[in-house]
């Protein structure tokens, strides 16, 4: 069974500009979640969509957006990047509780 | 609130010897569930147990120990006899419907051949 697969992989950004970060969960999972992790904030939740329907957001601006497909994969969107965006950017897919994480996205915003 | 304690910020052994990574949480649910991952340098969070609220039996899979204790709210990790391997950032969480995932901030293990 394929794991979570996060693409990219590594990104560069520069100020301003917006990203679109992608998520596809394990086959059969219908919950994606999606984390930031910084060295001085740590694992930070950022929000979670089951069934297309965000059903619990972290407290992030609204720069910070995301949907969920009928599929289930997921997508997240920064927009007007800073640099303190900076992070990596896990998604983590689950059926019951108990996340599965992928490998994230590593942002760097220049 | 929800919070999640890892102490340790870093640790450091010698190959073969055991260590224990400490994890106390703090939450209002009477249902959530503890867990456990470790991030290699490759950057995924990979998970290693699960424990429920009502379910306080530790458990041990091969080198991997758990111990829950409610009456302490602890989540303790014991890795016998460690590996190089072992070496990684472990960190311990804390999920309820009320708050979702409250992680810690991590402990980083070093295990020296």
């Known amino acids: 069974k394929a794991g979570v697969t996060q693409t990219p992989r590594y990104l560069i950004k520069t100020r301003g500009q917006q990203v679109t970060l992608s998520c596809s969960p394990i086959s059969g999972h219908r919950s994606v979640s999606w984390y930031q992790q910084t060295p001085g904030q740590g694992l930070q939740f950022l929000f979670e969509y089951f069934s297309e329907t965000q059903r619990n957001k972290g407290n992030f601006p609204g720069r910070f957006s995301g949907r969920q497909f009928s599929n289930s994969r997921s997508e997240m969107n920064v927009s007007t990047l800073e640099l303190g965006d900076s992070a990596l950017y896990l998604c983590?897919?689950?059926?019951?509780?108990?996340?599965?994480f992928g490998q994230g996205t590593r942002l760097t915003v220049v | 609130a929800q919070k999640v304690t890892q102490a340790q910020t870093e640790i450091s052994v010698v190959e073969k010897e055991d260590v224990t990574l400490d994890c106390v949480y703090e939450t209002r649910d009477t249902t959530y569930y503890l867990f456990w991952y470790k991030q290699p340098p490759s950057g995924e969070l990979v998970f290693l147990i699960r424990?429920?609220?009502?379910?306080?039996q530790n458990e041990i899979s091969g080198r991997y120990s758990w111990n829950f204790q409610k009456s302490t709210s602890s989540f303790n990790f014991t890795i016998t006899a460690s590996q190089v391997v072992d070496s990684a950032v472990y960190f311990c969480a804390c999920h309820s419907g009320t708050y979702k995932y409250i992680f810690g901030t991590g402990t980083r293990l070093k295990v020296l051949a």
């Open positions: 424990r429920n609220s009502f379910d306080e």
């Open positions: 983590a897919s689950s059926l019951g509780s108990g996340a599965f």
